[in-house]
């Protein structure tokens, strides 16, 4: 998968991502406006996130997609059919993208910018 099929083949020169395996609450499907994620509560800093091309983060997401049970993405709804803030916010608006919530430890993955330090 290349960058350009996940739209990562601009402004992705400062992003770090990570995933982390986390314990969520029972998962169901739907929106979910009223989520709040902190990555700081969860335990996970800037410091753990490294720096990754926008290469690598679409063959990171592409792994972590190939094997989903079920997706949920907690982000902001943008225009009609989108996401938006599908990163490190502050004050528990967190962006997450979190795959295989069925499992007994859901894989979050945690995306933040070279500007950004928690």
């Given at each position: 998968?290349?960058a350009?099929?996940v739209?990562?083949s ?5 992003v770090h991502t ?9 998962w169901?499907?739907?929106?979910h406006?009223?989520a709040q994620?902190?990555y700081v509560?969860l335990?996970?800093h800037s ?13 990171d997401l592409a792994?972590?997609f ?5 997706i949920?993405?907690f982000a ?5 059919d ?8 502050g ?6 993208i979190v795959?295989?919530?069925?499992s007994s430890?859901?894989?979050a993955r ?9």
């Amino acid at each position: 998968m290349c960058a350009d099929t996940v739209g990562l083949s601009k402004g992705t020169h400062d992003v770090h991502t990570a995933t982390r395996e986390l314990s969520f609450p029972a998962w169901a499907e739907g929106w979910h406006p009223g989520a709040q994620e902190d990555y700081v509560t969860l335990g996970v800093h800037s410091t753990d996130l490294p720096l990754e091309t926008a290469t690598q983060i679409a063959n990171d997401l592409a792994a972590d997609f190939a094997t989903a049970n079920h997706i949920s993405i907690f982000a902001t709804g943008y225009g009609p059919d989108g996401t938006h803030l599908v990163h490190r916010n502050g004050s528990s608006h967190d962006g997450l993208i979190v795959t295989e919530p069925l499992s007994s430890a859901a894989h979050a993955r945690m995306f933040s910018f070279s500007t950004q330090t928690f």
